[in-house]
Each structure stands twice: as structure tokens, then as C-alpha cells.
């Protein structure tokens, strides 16, 4: 009998897009996993920028779009809740964190009623990356997301030195490296947009993000997982690319890289950190697919393809790419009691098939669909 054929690269990412445009809701959300208790029912700014980024690089437009306008809808009904955030801060006295925008919503675009570890900066550093990178890509006018994206610059402009959760929901009381990044990434594609009548805030903000890293986010030379730290993050990996706010070629973008390789990757899977005990610590390929994305950046494609076919090794019977795996775990003796409270790892994760979607159309595997006339 012969043994069935594994789906080529190029297949699962063609897979992967059908998935995505399957699964979005209605109202422009991309949902952060279908199935998984915790994530059901709530799409995340930061995920859903990556899944739009993702399916805007493969081609499909309207999909993209539809996931900012659900963006837009929901910073502008917030505008006064901004304004007062705004103001706040710059009177000193700054709102609580229970006052500040959420990092998730409910596909009507409403606060959810679970608890959750709300309060994160950098998904809304990661719409304002991603919608103008949709435009640039396709040649749209910013103007239907226009007001949402300088009410989003001023909230982070006002906001951006405050400790929060960071990517993982995590370790409240630190400002981490990769927030910093996705919030300077946004500011300096809007900035590079002309979105804002006065940019000059947000150039400011771009630079003393740059400098504070510089000199507290840092250690051994790479970009550190928060101000202080001595260890590194796999989502430092999306700060140099395809973010930008270090360049693959700088010093600081090539020693991240390499920290992220010597540090947090095992057979081409990528850990998120050293510490990592969710669901025992496994590897992620979105991880995999994001240090692909700067490897590729970096001109060492061969590397980036090495990891991107780690990735389509994780994939179930059925194609779906999970949120991690548990080949090499960091932690094994923690992985039954996250099972005990939410059930097996997400299966599918949408910003897995995204971040995979992204590698494949970056090393010319997945061509673009073409815009229908």
C-alpha cells in the first residue's frame, strides 16, 4: 500500500487562505481559533493584524479590508473613551489600567464578559503596520480608515511608556520589547503615510522608542524580552521584520536573530521564551515562521525555507496548524494542568496559517491571487 503524499508548502498555505476566508465572521473579525475554549468567540487586534497581513500578502483584498474596517468601527464608537485616555495622561494623571482599550473583542466589535488580561499596546501598533502595508500593497486610499488610524496614534503616542501585558498576556508590570516595537512599527508607517495633519509627536515617540531600547532594551547586544531583562523573546523576531523598526542587516537586528536561533529554537522550532510553561512550554510555528520572515530579510533564504517546512510539519492530518506543538517541551510537567483547564492546545490557530501564508508569498511559494476585474 502506498503511503499518502504530505501536502507540499505551497499547498498548505493555499489551504491556509481558504481556511481564513472560511472562518471570518460576517462583521470583518478573524477569529483566533474556532474550537479552543478560551479564544472562542473574540478576534485580537495584534492576531488579526498578523491574519490580515497574511491574506492581504496572498491577495485577498476584500478580506483584509474588511478585518480593518472592523477596526475602525470599533476605535471610532471608543473615540470619547480616548480622548480621556489622551488627555489623562497628558495632564498627568493617567486612567487605570481597567480604563484602557481592550486587547480583544467580540466579533460585534463588544468588550467580552470573561476575565481576561486585557490590557495590551501593541495589537494597536500592529493595525496601524498592517492596514498601511494593505494599502501600499494594493494601492488603496487610507482615507475609510483615515480617522480610526490618528485617534489609534494619539492613544499610543499618550500611552506607549506604560507597562502592560505583553504579546503572550503576560508580566503586567514590565514594558516589553516587542510592544515597543509593534507600537514604534505603527507610528512609523502612519508617519510614512502623511495620515496625521501633525506628525511630529509620533516622530518623536518613534525616536525615544528607539532610544530606550537602545539603552534599556537590550543585553548581549539583542533586543531583550522587556527594559532590564537578560533574556530574549521569540516575538522579538516581528521587530525586525517585517516591522522594520531594526533592520535585518543593523547590529541589533542580527543579533537578535541570532539569539533567537542559539537561545529559543530547537530543530527549527522556536519557544517563545526560556521560562515558557504554557501547555508545558511547546514550540509555535508562527514563531518558526516569524524568525523565517527576518532570516529572509536578512538575504538567507535557504534558512528561511528550513523553518517554514518546519512548520508544515506540525500540521494535522486534515491540514490545520496548531498554536504550538509538544515535540520538545521546556516544562512536560505543566502541560496536563493546562489541558485540565482549557482542553488540548488551539487547533487550528489563524495566525499560525497566517504567519505561514506570509513566509510562503515572502520566498515566492504561494503566488498572490490576482484582484478580480
Known amino acids: 500500500m502506498s503511503m499518502p503524499v504530505a501536502p507540499s508548502p505551497a499547498d498548505l498555505a493555499t489551504r491556509g487562505v481558504a481556511l481564513i476566508s472560511q472562518l471570518q465572521d460576517e462583521s470583518g473579525a478573524y477569529p483566533a481559533s474556532p474550537t479552543f475554549s478560551a479564544y472562542q468567540g473574540y478576534c485580537w487586534f495584534r492576531d488579526g493584524a498578523f491574519i490580515a497581513d497574511g491574506m492581504s500578502a496572498a491577495g485577498e483584498v476584500d478580506s483584509a479590508s474588511a478585518f480593518f474596517d472592523w477596526c475602525a468601527r470599533i476605535l471610532e464608537k471608543r473615540e470619547e473613551q480616548i480622548a480621556r485616555i489622551v488627555e489623562a495622561a497628558g495632564e498627568g494623571t493617567p486612567v487605570s489600567d481597567a480604563e484602557m482599550l481592550p486587547t480583544r473583542f467580540t466579533f460585534a466589535g463588544e468588550e467580552g464578559n470573561d476575565a481576561w488580561w486585557d490590557f495590551q499596546l501593541d495589537g494597536y501598533g500592529t493595525w496601524l503596520w498592517a492596514v498601511v502595508a494593505h494599502a501600499e500593497r494594493h494601492n488603496l486610499s487610507l482615507e475609510p480608515w483615515k480617522r480610526a488610524m490618528e485617534l489609534t496614534s494619539a492613544y499610543l503616542i499618550a500611552s506607549w511608556r506604560r507597562p502592560c501585558f505583553d504579546w503572550w498576556e503576560e508580566s503586567i508590570s514590565e514594558v516589553h520589547g516587542s510592544t515597543l516595537g509593534c507600537i514604534a512599527g505603527g507610528l512609523i508607517a502612519v508617519v510614512e503615510a502623511g495620515v496625521l495633519i501633525d506628525d511630529e509627536p509620533a516622530i518623536q515617540a518613534v525616536s525615544d522608542i528607539r532610544e530606550l531600547l537602545l539603552d534599556r532594551g537590550l543585553t548581549d547586544g539583542h533586543l531583550a524580552k522587556w527594559l532590564g531583562s537578560k533574556e530574549v523573546d521569540g516575538s522579538l523576531s516581528s521587530v525586525i521584520y517585517p516591522l522594520g523598526v531594526f533592520p535585518a542587516s543593523s ?67 486534515n491540514g490545520d496548524m496548531p498554536e504550538q506543538v509538544t515535540e520538545h517541551l521546556l516544562d512536560p510537567s505543566m502541560t496536563q494542568e493546562w489541558i485540565d483547564r482549557w482542553g488540548t492546545a488551539a487547533t487550528p490557530l489563524l495566525w499560525s496559517h497566517a504567519m505561514f501564508i506570509r513566509l510562503a508569498v515572502e520566498l515566492g511559494i504561494l503566488n498572490p491571487a490576482k484582484e478580480s476585474k
Open 251 to 317: 547590529e541589533v537586528g542580527k543579533a537578535t536573530i541570532s539569539a533567537i536561533e542559539s537561545q529559543l529554537t530547537f530543530g527549527n522550532g522556536v519557544h517563545r521564551y526560556l521560562d515558557d510553561t504554557f501547555f508545558g512550554g511547546g514550540q509555535w510555528p508562527l514563531l518558526s515562521c516569524m524568525l523565517g520572515l527576518a532570516h529572509s530579510s536578512a538575504g538567507n533564504k535557504e534558512r528561511a525555507r528550513e523553518l517554514l517546512e518546519w512548520a508544515a510539519s506540525t500540521v494535522t492530518a
